[in-house]
C-alpha cells in the first residue's frame, strides 16, 4: 500500500505541468500531431488518478489542446469533477475548461447545476464570479431556469463586483429563458442608480441590448436615461445611451425634439475637440460617440419631421452639421475613419437624400480606393445617390472598374451593385432600355464569375416587361446564341453559362421579332450545346421547338415549302443528340418534340398546311406572378378549409401513448392536465396546426377553382397608354452596340428637348411676363423633365383580385429575442413588499406548471 | 461581441472566447476562414470588415492580430477600444508583455478577459478594478496551493 503511495507520487513527480506542454509543443513541430497524442494518452492517464490536483493540471493541458483546435469533449466528465473542487485554483480551472468547451449538446451540463448553485452563494466573491463567468459562456435554457433565481439575489449582493457579474448575466440569461425577464426587471432597474459605477454601467449596457430588440417596452425609462446621459462624464456609458435613443426616438417623437439640445451640444463640443485630438492621440474611444449620435440625429430629425409639418429650424441644421463632420472624417487619411465616415454618411443617405447627394464627388473618389472595405461602403452609398440623370455615368464608373477589378469577389460584389442599382423601384432610373441591355451583354464578358443567373432574370425581366424593347432584346440575343466564348467558358452552376439560358428563352418566345430564325435554330442546335448544364439544355430544346413554329410559320404558305420541310429534318437530325442526354428534363423534352417533328414531316410530305396548329402549341402570353400571390387566393364561399376530409381518428389510440411518458418527471403531469381540458381546445389547436402545415406545403392541391385565374391575361395588369415614340436610335444595330454611344445620344436627346422646351418657355413668357425683366430658368433640371427614350410599359406582377400586398411573414421565428417582447408596464412594482412579489412568482410558476421553481420558493 | 480570437502571423491561434454557443466543428470552420480572411489583408487597410453577416474588428499588436466578431448594430470603434483596453491590461499584469507571454500563461490570458468583458459585454471599463480583481485572485490561488502542495491529498 505504502509503495503505491510512493509509486503515485514519482510518477506525479513527472507528470507534464501546462508549460511543459507548451515547450514540448513548440519543441516538436515536425511531429506534432503524434507528440501531442501522446500527451492525450497521458492526460488520459492522469484523468484516471483520484488526486484532484493532477485531474485539474490535466484538465489544464486540455484546455491548451482544445485551443489549438482537439476536441476534448470526451472529458467533460472529468471537467466537472475540477469544477467541483473546493480549492479556488482547480474551481478556476474547471471552470475555463468548461466555458471552452461545453455546449447545450453536452449532457453533463445537467450535473453542473448544483455545483454552480454552491459556487453562486459561497462566501468567496471569487468562486462566485468565476462561476458566473464561467456560465455565460455555456449557460442552457434549463440551467437559466435553475439558476435564475441564485443569480437575481445576487444582483443585490454586498460586494459589487459580483453586483456587476450578476446584472451582466442576467442577459444571457434573459436570452436562454425569457419568462425571467418580468421578476427581475424592477431589480434591473434599480441597479441603473447603483452607487458603484460599474454596476451602473453593467446594468445600462444589459438594458440598451434588450431596449433595442424591444424599444417600446423600455419607453418609460427615458426620463432615467436621459438623466444619466446629462450627468454621466462616462464615454463608454454614454455611447451606449445614445444608441439606445437611437432605438427610442422613432417611437416617442417628443423625446426626439428634448434630445436635440444636449445633442447638439454634445456634437459641438465633443467632436470637435475629438476629432481634433483624435488625429494627434488616436483616442478613439471619443469618436466611437460619432457614429450612433448620427444614428439618433437621424432619428430625430425623422421623428421630428413626422411630428411637425412645419418644420423646426433646428434640425435641418443638426442634420447639416453631422454630414459636415462626417465629411471630415471621409477626407481624413486614417482610413477606419474615412469607413465610418462612409457608413454613417450611408445612414444618413436613407432619410436624407438630399444633404448627402452634394457630396457626390468625394464618394467616387473613394471608390477609387485600394482598400477594398471602404470600396464596398462607397457602393452602398451610391446605391442612394443615383437619380435619372447620372445612373448612366455612375454605371460607366463602375464598369471601369469591373474591368479593373482584381479578385473576383469584388468584382462579383460589383456585378450586383450594378445591377442593383439599375433595377430599382422597378428600372425607376433607366431612361433608355437600350442602354441597359447593351450593358448586361457587357457583363456576360466577365469571366468565372457567380452571379450567371443574375444577370440572366435581369434580361428576361426587362424582356417581358419591356414590350417596346423586345425586338433590340432578340437581335442581341441571337447575336449572344451564336457568339461562341460562352459555350466554351466555365459551365459550373450559375456560371456565365446562365445566361444562355435567358439568351434561349427570349429568341424563343419573342421569335417573332427575329430577323432569321433558322440561323438561331440552328444555333442552338448545335452539337456543342450538349455540353451545356442540363436545365439549360432544357431550355434550348423547348425554344427551338418555338422556333420551329415560327419558321414554319414564315415559310409556309410562300412557295417555299421547301425550306420548311428542310427545318423539319434539320430537327429530325439534331434531336436524337439530345435524345441520349443524361438529364431527365432534356430527355423528356426532346423526345416528345422529336416526335412531333416527325408526325409534322410525314404531314408536310402530304403538302399539308400545319404551321397555325403547331403555332397554337406556344399561344398565349405568360406574365410574371407575384410571389405572395398563391398565398392571397381567396376561398371561395360553400368551401370549408377545415373540415375534415376523412373520419377523425378515434380516443382510443392517444390512450396507447401514455405509457411512453413514464421516465420523464413532469411530462405524466401535463398529460393529465391535458385530458381534463375540454376536447373543443385540442380541435382548434390541431386546427391551427393542419393549417399552418397545408399553408407551407407546396403539394398540397388547394380545391379552389379560383386558383386558375392567377395565370391569366386580365385582372391586375395596368397597361400605361402607348404614346408614339420617336426613337432616336435605329433598331438594327450592326455587332455588339458599346454602351458609351448611348451616352452621347441620351446627351443629345436631352439637350434637344432642352432647347425645344426652352424656345416653348420664352414664347410663353413673352406673351405673359413682358417688362419684367429676363428670368434665368436654366436652373438644374429636374427629375420630372426628363422623358424616358422609350416608352416603360411596365407591366406588374398579377395578384389575386383584391389582393393587398404584404410583408409581415418575413420574420425569424426563432429569434430570442421576440420572447423578450413583453410589455414590463403591466407588471407591478413592489420593491419593498416582498412577500407579494414572492406570492406573485409562485402564481406564475404554478401557471406553467413548472414545479422546480414553487420547489424553490418552499424550500 | 460573438467571439473574439487571437492568433498570430502564421495562422497559430493563441486564445478563443466565444460567447456564442457554436459546436465544435463550426468553431473550427468559422477560425479558419476568418483568420485566412484577416491575414489576407494588407496593412494600410481599414480595421474593419464584413465576413458573412457579422462585422469584423481586428488589430494586429507586433506579431499577434486581436480579431473579434460583432454584430451589425454594435459599435465598431467601441470594439477597437475594447481590443486596446484588453492589450492595455495584458501589458499591465504581464510586464510588456510579448506574445510568449501569452503562449505560456494563456490561462491567465482568459482570466484576465474573463474579467474585463462578461457575456460579450464590457463588464469593467476601470483597469484599476480589473487589475486589482485578477490580483486578488491571484492571491487567493497562491495562499490555496501553498495549503494543498502536497503531492497527496
Known sequence: MALKIVKGSIDRMFDKNLQDLVRGIRNHKEDEAKYISTCIDEIKQELKQDNIAVKANAVCKLTYLQMLGYDISWAAFNIVEVMSSSKFTYKRIGYLAASQCFHEGTDVIMLTTNQIRKDLSSPNQYDTGVALTGLSCFVTPDLARDLANDIMTLMSHTKPYIRKKAVLIMYKVFLKYPESLRPAFPRLKEKLEDPDPGVQSAAVNVICELARRNPKNYLSLAPLFFKLMTSSTNNWVLIKIIKLFGALTPLEPRLGKKLIEPLTNLIHSRLVITLHRASVEKNVCLIGLVLPIVCVCVCVSNAVLISLSSGMPNHSASIQLCVQKLRILIEDSDQNLKYLGLLAMSKILKTHPKSVQSHKDLILQCLDDKDESIRLRALDLLYGMVSKKNLMEIVKKLMLHVDKAEGTTYRDELLTKIIDICSQSNYQYITNFEWYISILVELTRLEGTRHGHLIASQMLDVAIRVKAIRGFAVAQMAMLLDSGHLLTGNMQRNGICEVLYAAAWICGEFSEHLDDPMQTLEAMLRPKVASLPGHIQAVYVQNAAKLFATVLQKHEGATDSQAAQDTSQLLIERLPLFVQSANLEVQERASCILQLVKYIQKLQQKDVEVAEEVSALFAGELNPVAPKAQKKVPVPEGLDLDAWINEPPSESESEDEKPKAVFAKEEPKQSRARHIEVDEKELARRREARKQEQANNPFYIKSSPSSQKVYQDAPGVEHIPVVQIDLSVPLKVPGMPMSEQYLKLEEERRQKERADKKKKDKKKKKREKRGKGKRDDSGPESEEDITPAHQVDIVTEEMPENALPSDDDDKDPNDPHKALDIDLDKYVPSAENTLHKVTVCMLHAEKQGDLSITRHFLV | ?153
Open chain 2, 1 to 153: 461581441m460573438q467571439f473574439m480570437l487571437l492568433f498570430s502571423r502564421q495562422g497559430k491561434l493563441r486564445l478563443q472566447k466565444w460567447y456564442v454557443p457554436l459546436s465544435d466543428k463550426e468553431k473550427k470552420k468559422i477560425t479558419r476562414e476568418l483568420v485566412q480572411t484577416v491575414l489576407a489583408r494588407k496593412p494600410k487597410m481599414c480595421s474593419f470588415l464584413e465576413w458573412r453577416d457579422l462585422k469584423i474588428v481586428y488589430k494586429r499588436y507586433a506579431s499577434l492580430y486581436f480579431c473579434c466578431a460583432i454584430e451589425d448594430q454594435d459599435n465598431e470603434l467601441i470594439t477597437l477600444e475594447i481590443i486596446h483596453r484588453y492589450v492595455e491590461l495584458l501589458d499591465k499584469y504581464f510586464g510588456s508583455v510579448c506574445e510568449l507571454d501569452i503562449i505560456f500563461n494563456f490561462e491567465k490570458a482568459y482570466f484576465i478577459l474573463d474579467e474585463f468583458l462578461l457575456g460579450g459585454e464590457a463588464q469593467e471599463t476601470s483597469k484599476k478594478n480589473v487589475l486589482k480583481a485578477i490580483e486578488q485572485a491571484d492571491l487567493l490561488q497562491e495562499v490555496s496551493h501553498h495549503e494543498g502542495s502536497r503531492f497527496v491529498d
